[in-house]
């Protein structure tokens, strides 16, 4: 399917490299410091993802009539977070690989990661802090949009793993939507797109309006990012983990709730199993509970639910249009 979104994302991945790098270089007083901190973290954000959250910012500054340049700072301070999220929590998932290379705790060690990851928080203050192009209030506005972006995505880590780590499966669908809402929804979309459109001036109905898109459309991202570990792509490098991890899932929670899945689907989310067969078992109980269309389902609504709040709101029609097709591309991707 043809997505203007997709295309935005495509044609937009490497405005901010060099910027983003600028960080990483120069910066070390020796070479001991390069080697154990800013090279690392050089080559880490040299390897981006998609970028969705550092774009969204520039173009929420744009659909209410700001400056994208002047967003550049916050843009970046979102994409710091996103490194140092994903470096701590390969280190907390065990995980092996990051967009195709080895974590950074395999080749660098346990600790030096973590410091590494420290140092990509300390800039997502830092980097609005030092901007000599925001005004104060702005910047104050902003830093206190990143703070507590921070603080709700390590309330939602804390569940993540405080459920694995306790064996419990005493959860709800709400426990799980709390969860995912701290943990993903806040910083993949109401954060970036709210602190955007203050820099761009907006009202507070423009800013409020893209924070509620963002946290339905960053819920429905981190729901199609289970459905996609389950159904997806079975080559991906981690298909299934998620079952191996023994992930509270939206699906898993929905299926646990079904007497006749709960046993066996506890029995194997608490294995660890790594099994092809075992983990293709998981999903067929899934299925046969009907969870997997209940958790797309949710989705769903989720996207609706976030194109009807920009409706009414005045902003410019080119960015709204790519926010619609953003919504749809977060339900539809397969990646």
């Keep these: 399917?043809?997505?203007?979104?997709?295309?935005?994302?495509?044609?937009?991945?490497?405005?901010?490299?060099?910027?983003?790098?600028?960080?990483?270089?120069?910066?070390?007083?020796?070479?001991?410091?390069n080697r154990y901190l800013y090279a690392p973290l050089r080559s880490f954000a040299e390897n981006g993802g998609k970028r969705h959250r550092p774009l969204i910012c520039l173009l929420a500054c744009r659909a209410v009539g700001g400056d994208p340049a002047l967003a550049r700072s916050c843009a970046a301070a979102i994409e710091?977070?996103?490194?140092?999220?994903?470096?701590?929590?390969?280190?907390?998932?065990?995980?092996?690989?990051?967009?195709?290379?080895?974590?950074?705790?395999?080749?660098?060690?346990?600790?030096?990661?973590?410091n590494c990851g420290d140092l990509d928080l300390t800039l997502v203050t830092e980097t609005v802090l030092n901007d000599p192009v925001l005004p104060d209030d702005v910047r104050l506005r902003v830093m206190r949009e990143l703070t507590a972006m921070t603080m709700r995505t390590i309330e939602g880590q804390a569940l993540d793993l405080g459920w694995v780590r306790d064996g419990r499966f005493d959860l709800t669908v709400d426990d799980y939507l709390r969860m995912a809402t701290l943990k993903t929804a806040h910083y993949s979309g109401a954060?970036?797109?709210?602190?955007?459109?203050?820099?761009?001036?907006?009202?507070?109905?423009?800013v409020e309006a893209l924070r509620s898109f963002g946290l339905d459309s960053g819920l429905a991202f981190q729901i199609q990012d289970d459905l996609i570990n389950l159904v997806g792509n079975d080559t991906a490098k981690d298909f299934r983990t998620d079952i191996?991890?023994?992930?509270?899932?939206?699906?898993?929670?929905?299926?646990?709730?079904?007497p006749a899945a709960h046993d066996e689907v506890e029995?194997?989310?608490?294995?660890?199993?790594?099994?092809?067969?075992?983990?293709a078992r998981c999903v067929e109980l899934f299925e046969q509970s009907g969870s997997i269309t209940y958790a797309h389902g949710v989705a769903e609504q989720l996207i609706t639910r976030a194109k009807e709040t920009l409706?009414?709101?005045?902003?410019?029609?080119?960015?709204?249009?790519l926010f619609l097709d953003m919504a749809d591309f977060f339900l539809d991707r397969a990646s």
Excluded: W
């Excluded at 043809?2 to 600028?22: I, K, P, Q, T, V």
């Excluded at 280190?91 to 990661?113: F, H, M, S, W």
């Design 80 to 114: 710091h977070f996103q490194s140092a999220a994903l470096i701590h929590d390969d280190i907390a998932d065990n995980g092996q690989l990051r967009r195709g290379k080895p974590c950074l705790y395999l080749t660098e060690g346990v600790g030096l990661a973590i």
């Design 1 to 33: 399917m043809h997505n203007s979104f997709a295309d935005y994302l495509r044609a937009h991945h490497g405005d901010l490299d060099e910027y983003l790098l600028s960080f990483f270089e120069g910066t070390a007083e020796t070479d001991d410091l």
């Design 244 to 258: 191996t991890e023994g992930k509270r899932t939206l699906v898993a929670v929905h299926a646990l709730a079904d």
């Design 267 to 279: 029995a194997i989310l608490r294995s660890g199993a790594s099994d092809p067969a075992q983990l």
């Design 311 to 321: 409706a009414g709101i005045e902003l410019d029609e080119g960015c709204r249009a």
């Design 191 to 206: 954060v970036p797109l709210a602190a955007g459109a203050i820099i761009g001036g907006g009202s507070t109905e423009q």
